[in-house]
């Protein structure tokens, strides 16, 4: 029998995190899959590429594209024209494009017109929210897919309602749950409490990183504040980006972060220490799409600084709550998490650690 012969694109932190179980999955049935593993070059720095396949001991890639920094545009395009070579090279059955990045829907166009089947893991999901440059990339790959893996059921309703039929939507849960589940025994080994004196539920972790909240200097003061009054009642751990950090040097504002002795400023985290963070802290404030899953699944609190959510369930069932970017909201919310007054919180369903082996017994039959 011919093998099914499947390549997955990935090209960023995010989408790293979604695939590692792949690999293992696939090895257990050599005689039906020839996999291929793409990463674009998207992200390209160590800190936010090598040090991730190293810590989640994802394969080297059989092809890099290697693309170079630039606008969105010039980045798709280089993907697009690198990536057709690699399909016209390796001729797979399937493509499966992760999450909602640029090299997402680029990698998913190029298939497209190639007239190669398109799979789409993360799919449906969506904020209603069209100045996110990732709304847009969830919209039009899911548009040109063929098959949908779904991590929640608002994914599987958004698709109903855009007409796509039962046997293309498959409701297998969240395969970034599954690299918290493999890697959870590493994850307790990080001695990144330890690095910085920190002791489990005595502090509280910050991921502001939206160009809105860091870039202008009104926003990013509002977030300094929105920090300095929470670090009143609980120290604030912020892996701050190198460009935040310059941002609030130029506005006049760094001096504000760094003589707070409650906020404790780091570098960018590896994945193990900073999911030894988030499950080791007593909430997490936000701007991000994933860590509300993530907090989610380890029922810790997460106040989320968006006025939407291409996630919900976090919301509905989870330990997310969306806020408005107004410091006495952000204390009054941290004030009842410390308090014990915080709403409890449930896992989903098929946020189990088996979404890839849900996945890759789909694949057998496509």
Known sequence: MQKKKIIIVVGTRPNFIKITQFERVFNQFPDLFDYKLVHTGQHYDYNMSDVFFQ?????????????????????????????????????????????????????AFTAYKKS?????????????????????????????????FITEKSGLENLQKRGKKPNQLFFVGNTMIDTLVAFDAEIDKSEILTTYNLTDKSFCIVTIHRPSNVDEPDNLKLTIEILTQVSNRIKVVFPIHPRTLAKAAQFGLKEKLTENKNIILTEPLDYLAFQKLIKSAAFVLTDSGGIQEETTFRKVPCLTLRKNTERPITVEMGSNKLLEFEVNQVVAEVNSILDGKFKKAEIPSFWDGKSTERIVDILKNL
């Open 55 to 107: 810590q989640l001991k994802i394969r080297k890639p059989d092809y890099f594209l290697g693309i170079e920094p630039g606008t969105p545009t010039f980045q798709m395009g280089s993907i697009m024209i690198k990536f057709e070579k690699v399909l016209d090279d390796f001729q797979p059955n399937l493509v499966i494009v992760v999450g909602d990045v640029n090299s997402t829907f680029a990698a």
């Open 116 to 148: 190669i089947k398109i799979a789409h893991l993360e799919s449906g999901l969506r904020s209603d929210d069209r100045d996110m440059p990732e709304e847009i990339n969830r919209i039009l790959t899911d548009e040109i897919s063929d098959y949908f």
